[in-house]
């Protein structure tokens, strides 16, 4: 949250020379304030895993949100109660007339199919296109930014030689970015993928900034110019143990699959895996939604898509 100082205060021009949000007397005064209306589409198999990682996510600020859970009908959930479906979830046709302050589209293990193979393609193109008048900004997980990149910006993904997994080191493109305001100057993030994105791909597009790379995992933050969609092509929502139980179940399912790089302890993984990723994730998603959603988005929320 901002600091409120005296407008002509001279501490207030350091602090915004260091990147530090500060907020005068008369915005503070004249700054309404509601609660936030965020919408997650879901579309993980291991739905409530990532419903609790996404909600702890956004639980841990001072912001107050409202959180609906959206689902695809086009595609049936084999790893999820029907029940649990139909009481915390939402169709399209459910929410087709509101407007939401933010929105959430994760990723999903669909990523060795082309875009147009998925069998609920139709329909998530039909809600990214929904987006663009209905919700103020989107945040696109893994498969689900590399989507929502080919959707609205035409960018392809390319086939990797093998699975990337494992915690990389980023770096910031874009100090001065509210997005990183916080962060070290390199963060640690985890990657779950076989698809990738190219840098210069999304440098060539005018509509799209590119935030933070990875010497090793490539792509990992863009966002386009207006600040309405981000795309993060890693899972910064992920728990200690998440890789750790995707690599159990991609070896019993006889996969050659590589042990994830620089997670466990020693590259071992017969031991627990070392979590350095948490505080950046925390403070990536308190500045989406801070800066990018809270701030910016009309106090009257049918005005959000004007």
Known sequence: MPIKIPDSLPACAVLES????????????????????LLILNLMPTKEQTEVQLLRKLSNTPLQIEVEFLRTISHESKNVNAEHLE???????DVRQKRYDGMIITGAPVENLEFEAVDYWQEL?????????????TFHICWGAQAGLYYHNGIKKH?????????????????????FRGFDDEFFAPHSRYTEVLAEDILANPELELLSV????????????DNRRFFITGHPEYDSDTLAQEYSRDIKKGLDIAVPEN????DDPNKAPVCRWRSAAQLM???????YVYQTTPYEISRVGE
């Open 18 to 37: 260091e990147n530090i949000f500060v907020m005068t007397e008369y915005r503070a005064i004249h700054q309404d304030i509601r609660p936030l209306k």
């Open 285 to 291: 998603y308190s500045n989406w939604l801070n800066y």
């Open 159 to 179: 086939t990797l030689p093998k699975k990337l997994s494992g915690i990389y080191t980023h770096k910031i493109l874009k100090p001065q970015s509210p997005f």
């Open 263 to 266: 997670y466990f302890e020693n």
């Open 214 to 225: 990875s010497d090793s995992a490539g792509v990992f933050a863009v966002k386009s110019v």
């Open 125 to 137: 193109c039909e809600i990214m296109e929904w987006t663009k008048t209905n919700v103020h900004s």
């Open 87 to 93: 009481s915390f979830y939402v169709s399209h046709d």
